[in-house]
């Protein structure tokens, strides 16, 4: 079965420093996208970066970044200058394999905690 | 620029009975894709909508399913409720068939509690 794993539940990290969320995953496509999606208390499911993987580059977004090593299917997200804001349930998310169109499948996730 | 919408926030049925969801895609959107999120656990895709049809489905059953309308907006049928059913319902929406157009915006979901 299609897997993307987070092998970390659960990280915290002081104000202003940098923390990297760990991320594997499983896909049959050739050209595909990678995501983080930030989840906060408010439930909403929001963007923070995209990776494209046929792009060797890695993808920056303001304070967050990906390390994107593609032959090990691995996707991690640095978080540099935490914010209290930051805060939230952060999931990992890869293409379902199977001519999908845009359609996901998400890691369990990961709780990050920022402490003032 | 107007983004996702559900509608309702909170729902609480019993047993048995059947339930709707309804969403609307971002503003120039034409494809909605629905998820189920478990407590503690990612969203799990159910199916998608596109041109008013089923183009994609997950490891679902049939007591799910859906509808889409000719404005894109779309609903999420659930019959025979089962306590494991309780959950966020999640909508997104994208733009089909298009480069770098295959990313997902997400509303903000609907909580059902069945009882």
């Known amino acids: 079965a299609q897997t993307v794993t987070q092998s970390q539940p659960e990280m915290s990290v002081q104000e202003a420093e940098t923390v990297t969320l760990s991320c594997t995953y499983d896909?049959?496509?050739?050209?595909?996208?990678l995501f983080w999606y930030k989840q906060p208390p408010s439930r909403q499911m929001i963007l923070v970066i995209r990776?494209?993987?046929?792009?060797?580059q890695n993808a920056t977004e303001n304070r967050f970044s990906v390390n994107f090593q593609k032959a090990a299917k691995s996707f991690s997200l640095k978080i540099s200058d935490s914010q209290l804001g930051d805060t939230a349930m952060y999931f990992c998310?890869?293409?379902?394999?199977?001519?999908?169109?845009?359609?996901?499948?998400f890691g369990k996730g990961t709780k990050l905690s920022v402490k003032p | 620029d107007a983004g996702v919408t559900q509608s309702p926030t909170h729902l609480i049925k019993t047993r048995g009975q059947q339930v709707t969801l309804r969403c609307s895609p971002k503003?120039?959107?034409?494809?909605v894709s629905w998820y189920q999120q478990a407590l503690g656990q990612g969203p799990q895709f159910i199916f998608q909508?596109?041109?008013?049809?089923?183009?994609q489905r997950g490891n679902f059953p049939d007591r799910f399913s859906g509808h889409q309308f000719p404005n894109y907006s779309s609903e999420l049928n659930v019959n025979a409720l089962l306590l494991g059913d309780s959950a966020l319902y999640l909508c997104?929406?994208?733009?089909?068939?298009?480069?770098?157009?295959?990313?997902?915006?997400f509303g903000p979901g609907t909580r059902l509690t069945v009882l």
């Open positions: 896909t049959s496509e050739s050209n595909y996208y």
């Open positions: 997104a929406s994208s733009l089909f068939g298009v480069e770098h157009a295959d990313t997902q915006y």
């Open positions: 909508y596109y041109e008013e049809e089923e183009r």
């Open positions: 998310a890869s293409p379902l394999s199977g001519g999908s169109q845009g359609n996901l499948i």
């Open positions: 990776q494209e993987a046929y792009k060797q």
């Open positions: 503003s120039g959107h034409d494809t």
